[in-house]
């Protein structure tokens, strides 16, 4: 293997990572602030695909009215499912379990039968090769990179220094204090889950021109991104790298040494070995340390 493979392979290995660093941290803001695993979240990768296709291929407008458009939609969309569904749910785990499955399904099969189910391809809106020196890569991959680091550190910034992500972490620590100090829940809980949404919309938006766009799209992601808050924590910009890292990275590296379905399984096999360990390997540290 030569010194132009590997950085082939590690910069796709660190595309996929930040791609599922976005989507996984939208999934965990929803996690983390209203209990509610959003098995629909899936739905909205295949949203904001389907929004840049739509733009580009019947609109004609364009990739970038697609990619800009495509988190408003499925923000949108997350804001009416949380309105109409979720905020009836709350704290009824199994319930939203079921209702945002059932959405997911629903989703898909109105993909199916307003466009149709075969696979749509979105055209490179940044085509050529930029020259690295050790070796020359796709420049729209590039751009993902780039621009997936700059939405991360966007999106740590709001958190970090704006009246909305100060009432966000409020409400991720202490939702009952949080509405005594004036914030509202409710509101917060809406902002919340379409922000979440956004996020995955973008991030289906900006892979669309190297897969297919299907309408069990986000599937995949749905649950490399579950996985990925398992590992880690999944509920700001920083916590959430290092389970992408792992899921992401080692199923990139893996699928070019061996067969793609077979990396998959083994890095699934190897993540839920690490999930079983990791209590027993957490208590002998705390134990090493109360005894050092």
Known sequence: MDWATIASVGLNAVSSILILAIVALGMGIILGMMGVINLAHGSMLAIGAYTVWFFQAEVGLGYWAGFVLAPVVAGLFGVALEVLIIRHLYDRLIDTLLATWGVSIAVTEL????????????????????????????????????????????????????????????????DESASLLGINRGRTYRMAFGFGSALAGLAGATITPFVAVEPAFGTNYLIQSFLTIILGTATTPVGVLPGAAFIAGLSNVGSFVIQPVVAQTATLALVMAVIIARPPIKRAITRWRETA
């Open 111 to 174: 993909i199916k039968l307003l466009i149709d189910d075969s696979a749509k391809s979105v055209t490179n809106p940044i085509p050529g090769n930029v020259d690295l020196g050790v070796t020359t890569y796709p420049s729209y991959r590039l751009f993902v990179i780039g621009f997936s680091i700059l939405l991360l550190v966007a999106v740590y910034g709001a958190f970090e220094y704006t009246n909305f992500g100060i009432r966000l972490r409020a409400v991720l620590q202490d």
